[in-house]
């Protein structure tokens, strides 16, 4: 996990996402991993991501997407 996490940091210190400046579906695809590693490091302590600076940024900067606050609203169930 420590090797793929120094990966995605190296990679992210070079580019503001991960295939280059721009936002696409390789960001989409790894940012649901990352938050669960965010969201376990912040409860158990397990993990220390603090030392992945670049990949923490990434992580804030997806995060900040209005985006992906829509995304994220818990909407009501409809019945079928």
């Known amino acids: 996990l420590k090797t ?12 503001e996402f991960l295939l280059s400046s721009g936002f696409s579906l390789a960001d989409i695809h790894v940012f649901p991993f990352l938050r669960q590693l965010y969201r376990i490091q912040q409860s158990e302590s397990v993990l220390q991501m603090g030392s992945y600076h670049a990949a923490l940024s990434w992580y804030q900067k997806i995060s900040n997407r209005p985006s992906f606050a829509r995304a994220m609203e818990k909407r009501p169930n409809k019945p079928a």
């Open 4 to 15: 793929l996490l120094n990966e995605l940091n190296h990679c992210l210190e070079k580019n």
